[in-house]
């Protein structure tokens, strides 16, 4: 999975540069529908389009049927079934077709979500801020059999972000805990370590805004997919490692955030694919 990740993380870095000068809000929006309208071509050539448009020419006539007959309660039963069986066979010939679509659309949101879905940790500057509560908490998880080594933790916190909490361990759930503040705006390394086990986690506070920001670093390899803009924690004792970053502020989009991204991401794609129904001549 990070072979996969990082290729497409390089292959979006190419690919986004010139979206990336309409800013972030047309960004989003040009991004989604280009994916949308390349998911509806695919669509149309690995579903069955003949069976599709048949099924509801069947649901029309038979909607026709209940008309025509409304008086005759049996013809109208009878339609009425009809039409039943058939918006399940029109499901069926549409969903089965949308289930490999499934995959390419979680990276392509993966990768939209950690470019526009969080902003900086904030700075805090002044000495008299550097107080607990003021800053951003680090949540260090250990997996189950290496849970009691949670007391050998080490966190290590380059020049530009200080801590102002103790290293807060609980072995019982190999759980660890720290605030940081960064007084300076970086993208600074975070480096942890048990025994022989080091890894390092990003942060980017300030005015240094990444290309791609995520708060998580996680083991599964199905997570990681969410996650893609840093490898993943397997091979260590480490199960998770996050903070929480502010929301995006997506400026006249309705929307704002990682959730905010992925609806606009919905709602953009489908709203151009469906533009273009007719003048691709697909069935949907």
Known sequence: MNAVN??????FDILLVPFEWLGAELSLILVSGVFGILALIVFKYISWQKGIKQTKDKIKGHMIEIRLYQDDLGIVSKAIGKVLLRNFQYLGLNFLP?????????????????????????????PTEL????????????????????????VVLPDGLTAVSPLVRVPSKGLAFQEVVPTRSGAFEISLSVDDSELSKKLFAGEERGRTMQ??????PLLAALWPAEDTLAGSPFQHVAFVYPESDLGWLPFSGPMGVILIFVIASMAFGFALLKPLGIQI
């Open 131 to 154: 107080l607990a509560g003021t800053g951003t908490t680090l949540r260090i998880e250990l997996t189950e059999e290496h849970r009691q080594d949670v007391a050998r933790l080490a």
């Open 98 to 126: 949308f289930v490999p679509l499934a995959i390419p659309f979680v990276f392509v949101v993966a990768q939209m979500v950690v470019r526009h879905g969080f902003e900086p940790a904030p700075v805090h500057e002044a």
């Open 6 to 11: 990082s290729a497409l993380t390089k292959l």
């Open 215 to 220: 708060p998580e670093r996680v083991k599964s």
